[in-house]
């Protein structure tokens, strides 16, 4: 069993940066690819970016590449988001997931724990 805790959120004017961290609990977080999703208000939970095991391989989605960028620290067990140039239509809240497996994953459905979630809000 896997337990992930979100942190980082918060409320940014458009154009700001935020952090986004996720702490996995358990000895194998190493072994697993990560992911985090995002969902807005009506809307279904989509895809962000995912990491896989050793960050050798990396994948953003169209609406955040280049703005976005996944990255993780083994040793501490976290994998981070950092989100720049933040837009009104990133506004939602993230999720951070965690899959049994090494390699990237990009279907909600393949993922196998999930966090509580974080609130980001970008104003405009």
């Known amino acids: 069993q896997v337990r992930l805790v979100e942190s980082g959120g918060g409320l940014v004017q458009t154009g700001g940066s935020l952090r986004l961290s996720c702490v996995a609990s358990?000895?194998?977080?190493?072994?697993?690819?990560m992911g985090w999703f995002r969902q807005a208000p009506g809307k279904e939970r989509e895809f962000v970016a995912t990491?896989?095991?050793?960050?050798?391989?990396?994948y953003h989605a169209t609406s955040v590449k280049g703005r976005f960028t996944i990255s993780r620290d083994n040793a501490k067990n976290t994998v981070y988001l950092q989100m720049n140039s933040l837009k009104p239509e990133d506004t939602a809240i993230y999720y951070c997931?965690?899959?049994?497996?090494?390699?990237?994953?990009?279907?909600?459905?393949?993922?196998?724990?999930w966090g509580q979630g974080t609130q980001v809000t970008v104003s405009s």
């Open positions: 997931a965690a899959t049994e497996t090494r390699h990237i994953l990009i279907l909600r459905s393949q993922y196998d724990y």
């Open positions: 990491i896989n095991w050793n960050s050798s391989t990396l």
């Open positions: 358990g000895r194998t977080f190493s072994s697993y690819a």
